[in-house]
C-alpha cells in the first residue's frame, strides 16, 4: 500500500469506531448510519484509493473542484452527493455525477433541478437544507430553509418531476439560538424530520454531523454522517 492509502485506511478505521461506538452509545444498529466522506479540495487520486478502502458515498461543495473530480472516478463504484450552496447555472453539471442533493433550500432552485433531472432522464434525490438560525421565512446565512419553510419547500420538491425528496440536511448553526449547543440543534432537525415524515414517510434521511460532531447527530438520529477533515486531514484554508 501507498503512504497516503495507510493513511486513509487509517483515519476511516478511528472514524469507523467513532460511528460505532456512537451507534452502541444511542441504541442504535450500526447500519443506521451511512457514512458519507466529504472529498472537498482533496484530489482524484484520493477519491480513488477511498474507494478502494471500500467507501461507497462521497461529497462535495464546490461544482468546478468537484465536475472534474467525478469525471475521473467514474470508473468507480461511487454515490455522490452535493452538499455545497447550489446556483441554478450550476445545476445541469451538478446532476452529471451527483446523485443527491442535499442543499435545496428555496423554490427556484427546485424548479432548476427538475428541469434537467427530467432533461437528463435520472431521478434525483433531494434533501432539504434546513437553516437553524434563520429567521421565520428567511433563509441561513450559509444557505438554508427556515424550519417554517419547510413543508411547503417539500411539496414543490415531491411535486416536481424527476426528483425525488429523500429528507432534511443541516450544518450546526455557528450563531442564533443554537450557537454551542450541537446536540439541541440536531435534536431540533430529528423533530423536524418527524414532523416531515407524517406528511412525506419516504423522506427518510437526516443528514447531520461532521467531523467535530458526528456523535451528538448520531446520538439525535442523524442517518448520514458528512465527514471530511477526519478522513483526510486538515483542509487548505479554501473550501
Ligand atoms: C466540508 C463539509 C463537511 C465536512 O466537514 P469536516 O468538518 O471536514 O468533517 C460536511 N458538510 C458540509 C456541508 C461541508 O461543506
Not at 416536481?160 to 439560538?177: H, K, Q
Request: net charge neutral; aromatic share 2%.
Amino acid at each position: 500500500m501507498t503512504q497516503r492509502k495507510d493513511e486513509l485506511a487509517a483515519n476511516l478505521a478511528g472514524v469507523e469506531e467513532r460511528i460505532a461506538a456512537a451507534c452502541a452509545a444511542a441504541g442504535r444498529p450500526r447500519e443506521a448510519v451511512t457514512l458519507i466522506v466529504v472529498t472537498k479540495t482533496y484530489p482524484a487520486s484520493d477519491v480513488r484509493l477511498l474507494a478502494e478502502l471500500g467507501v461507497r458515498h462521497v461529497a462535495e461543495n464546490r461544482d468546478q473542484d468537484a465536475a472534474p473530480k467525478a469525471a475521473e472516478c467514474a470508473d468507480l463504484p461511487l454515490t455522490w452527493h452535493f452538499v455545497g450552496q447550489l446556483q441554478t447555472n450550476k445545476v445541469r453539471s451538478v446532476l452529471g455525477y451527483a446523485g443527491f442533493v442535499h442543499s435545496v433550500d428555496r423554490a427556484r432552485l427546485v424548479t432548476a433541478l427538475s428541469r434537467e433531472a427530467v432533461r437528463a432522464g435520472r431521478e434525483t434525490g433531494c434533501l432539504l437544507q434546513v437553516a437553524l438560525d434563520a429567521d421565520a421565512g428567511g433563509r441561513g446565512e450559509r444557505g438554508g430553509v427556515a424550519p417554517a419553510g419547510i413543508g411547503e419547500l417539500a411539496g414543490l420538491v415531491a411535486e416536481a418531476p424527476g426528483l425525488r425528496l429523500d429528507g432534511l440536511m443541516t450544518v450546526a448553526p455557528l450563531s442564533g439560538e443554537y450557537a454551542g449547543r450541537r446536540q439541541a440543534a440536531f435534536e431540533r432537525l430529528m423533530d423536524l424530520s418527524t414532523d416531515l415524515r407524517r406528511a412525506r414517510p419516504a423522506a427518510t434521511m437526516v443528514s447531520a454531523g461532521m467531523t467535530a460532531d458526528l456523535e451528538q447527530a448520531v446520538a439525535a438520529g442523524a442517518t448520514h454522517v458528512r465527514v471530511g477533515t477526519a478522513v483526510l486531514g486538515v483542509r487548505p484554508r479554501l473550501g
